[in-house]
């Protein structure tokens, strides 16, 4: 085990994966930073230094800068994966999505489909998402409900720099398309991270970060540690949560959600994106088909508002879920009848 | 220099206006009090102003990120500005947008953008709407205008407007700001065109025109001349490259480990706007030291009352969240 924080468990994995296996390659708008400048390659090494060094270490053909141009970089993250190569393409923010939809969509999430299961597209899109700088309705935004939605991706969201390290891992070596939804707010948070550089944590399988008997909190990316701030101060309170980290949401590991509603009875889900057609409503709808028998208070679920996220802190504060709301959810379903 | 003494003081004063707004910004953001991505127009006023000197509210420009001297360069309110960036309620946008978002349309200023490239189409669309409207009493045309920047020119949708803006012979005009890098990295290495971008503006089928963005006079005659190309009726668009350089780093907060030695204080010497035109019209005697001084101190003036007006201004409510989503649901 090795202390670190979440980026560099994201830059450390990509590392030790391109040692290990030389189909790896990186590409993105400044992954490099400092192409074509007095500074030179790796001046800066990335905004969000989750590629400082990669450069230095495998050159300009595996560590690819490019220009401003995200269909051009998720389409020859397609390409490359079609052709034999397992690409960790960065998205700068995942707002910008926006500019290359098709070219995930359309082509790299239905390839394999479409050409009746004889394509291997081996794709990582990483994707810096989320809100909490005050970056506004254009570089906040939590995109899980669109990728989500789409067949023939996979999409994970990690919560912790372990998860971070272990979930990538298996996200280069997965063959199928992966997003990979990491929330820049997490950047700087420090964890445990094993030093196994074979360490993997397989998809579809939810992690119990916190065990309690009374109400099952299902949650994903940074909302995990606002249900864990939550059920830690319930549990002063003698209220126990069960809080179901997702890990993946894509495959959804349906059977850790049932299995602790079917225990505690009531549930609270907490999600970073807009309430309508998201991860929340998806999952309300499994346990209210597959475990309706078991609750006992209407289904409780903690997300932004139905609008794009604002500017002004007190705004963006307001947007947001956060531990206190997680909380006030658990108390109204502990109240119900 | 056809301009008049008022001519020149005005222009003079805004871009003065917009380097103290971005000057003090620099410093405020230091402290913390204000939030968010903020990207500085410092170093690039004389495009903006430049261009919009020649403009009426019935031409529309669309900006980018670094869209504070446009906007005030477009007759944003400096106060409204300066409240937006500062999160306010009473800001331009009610506190929703930010620096990044900055819109007045009023104005004919439909918007900075937080997405590189997004501005090129919509200012299209706008020029279509001008063709439609059809030329005034005077048989010209009103125009949009994008602003982008080095980095943007490399996106498909800036590529797809150009094409777009010649079939349609729409009274686009796509003003290229080239200050030689996209966040950390140099055109040198993005631009495949050897740091040429009006050649492709050139090669959708556009006349093209390319000045020193760094002297307002040669902005300013070059962009009449484009502007008359695209005024009349039947000519399309056109594209303008200007070479120009900013003085801050890509955002507040950049390091720019990515500068040559000394490359801030050689710009800041050689390349200034601001200095270059003091030295121009006092040269030609067209105004003197005074005149200017007066104009710097009222430009400054300016600024300490809106940032004062913004420390006071009123703060959003959390129930402010949901309004404006539509106009009527
Ligand atoms: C679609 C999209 N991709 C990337 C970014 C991140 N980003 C913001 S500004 C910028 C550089 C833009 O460079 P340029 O067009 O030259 O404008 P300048 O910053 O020099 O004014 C980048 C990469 C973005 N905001 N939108
Ligand atoms: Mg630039």
Redesign the pocket.
Known sequence: MAKMMYRDAIRGTIFQEMQRDPRVVVLG??VVGGMGTAGGPEAIGGIWSTSTGLYDAFGPDRVIDTP?S?SAIMGAAGGLALAGKRPVAEI??AD?IG?CMDQLWNQIAKFRYMFGGKSVCPAVIRMPCGAGYNAAA??SQMISQFVTSMPGLKVVMPATPADACGLLRQAIRDDDPVVFLEHKFLYAMTGEVPDDPDFVIPFGHARLARAGEDVTIVASGMMVGYAETAADDLAQDGVGCDVIDLRTTSPLDEEAILDSVEATGRLVIVDEAPPRCSLATDIAALVAGKAFASLKAPIEMVTAPHTPVPFARELEGAYLPSPAKVAAAVRKTLEYR | MQLNREALTRAYRQMKLIREFEERLHEEIQTGEIAGFT?LYCGQEAVAVGVCEHLSERDKIVS???GHGHCLAKGCDVTGMMKEIWGSQEGLCNGKGGSMHIADIDKGMLGAN?????GAPIAVGAALSNKIDGPDENGRLAVSIAF??????N?GTTFEAMNLAVVTKAPAIFVF???H???HTG?AYAVGTAQDIASRAEAFGMKVWRADGTDFFSVYDTFGEVLEFVRTPGNGPAAVEFDTE?FFG?FEGDPQRYRGEGELDRLRATRDCLRKFREKVTGAKLLTDDDLDTVDADALQAIEQAVADSRAAARPQPENVLENVYISY
């Not at chain 2, 982008?148 to 020119?153: E, I, L, N, P």
């Open positions: 708008e400044d401003i995200e700068m923010f910008f500019v254009q570089h | 990207h980018t990120h670094r937080g997405i590189v490239g997004a982008s920047g080095d980095g943007a020119c996106q700001e080239n200050n890098y996209s966040e055109d900013r890509h």
